[in-house]
């Protein structure tokens, strides 16, 4: 089974932000424990005191120091914690795959940017499932996929929208290869969560503040093929045109190198 773990980055309420943000880290039952020791470890590196396990990975809050035990460290070394922590999807990659969603809230207004990403994420991440049990030879009986998300006040609506797609299907279709609704947890004690927090921490940057700081060196890990990049969606206007790797694949140039590397 792979597990998808999914954050949110943005506030939909929020008038002076554009954007609003689901990220998705995918990774294989198997690959789990490696995941969450390799940012147990990274935790430890950073000798902030106490119990490691104690400490929370949280884009925001890491990245302004608002909060302990962050409000003690210079912004600059935050930096590097946020990004030691993101280079984890590097050394457990063939593991991991991610997915993004990026709404331009105004643009698909007035619907809920959380409904939309949510099935957005649902459907690219069932898309990735299928292909893979093609390349199998297992499309009957296949891997499954499970979605698991942060507490809060989306867990209600979300459960009923998830219940809605696997009785009546997406925009897109069904999705015969999830197993479940989602479940959520207490981020808290999920460091593969937290991962998926940073994710999407990055991609808000990236789309809301054009910075790419922490976002860039994630690209290569968003599940693609055929050289398109479709486990990242930025839903926005026509115009202007948009030069995000997530739109440049999708119209042909340049091409981005998908990842290769066996999940299983």
């Known amino acids: 089974m792979h597990l998808l773990y999914v954050d949110d980055s943005g506030s939909v309420g929020n008038a002076s932000e554009t954007h609003f943000i689901l990220g998705g880290v995918a990774i294989f039952e198997r690959g789990i424990y490696h995941v969450i020791k390799a940012l147990d470890d990274v935790v430890a590196g950073f000798g902030l005191g106490g119990n490691p396990h104690d400490i929370e990975l949280h884009g925001n809050e890491m990245y302004n120091g608002r909060s302990n035990p962050w409000s003690s460290v210079k ?11 993101l280079n984890v999807i590097v050394t457990q990659r063939s593991a991991i795959r991610l997915f993004g969603v990026a709404v331009n809230k105004a643009h698909i207004a007035p619907q809920d940017p959380v409904e939309y990403a949510f099935e957005e994420i649902c459907n690219r991440f069932n898309l990735y499932l299928r292909r893979s049990n093609n390349r199998e030879g297992r499309s009957g009986q296949g891997q499954r996929g499970l979605v698991i998300m942060d507490e809060s006040h989306h867990e209600q609506p979300l459960q009923a929208l998830a219940r809605h797609f696997r009785v009546n299907g997406t925009r897109w279709g069904s999705l015969k290869s999830m197993a479940e609704v989602p479940l959520f947890v207490d981020s808290k004690a999920s460091r593969a969560i937290q991962l998926a927090d940073l994710v999407a921490y990055a991609l808000w940057r990236k789309y809301e503040s054009q910075d790419g700081r922490f976002f860039d060196s994630t690209i290569p890990f968003f599940d693609s093929e055929g050289g398109v990049i479709h486990g990242l969606v930025h839903t926005k206007p026509r115009s202007p045109q948009c030069f995000c790797p997530s739109c440049m ?16």
């Open 249 to 264: 694949s999708r119209n042909s140039a340049p091409k981005f190198k998908a990842v290769t590397g066996d999940i299983a």
């Open 75 to 85: 912004r600059s070394v935050r930096e590097q914690m946020i990004k030691a922590a």
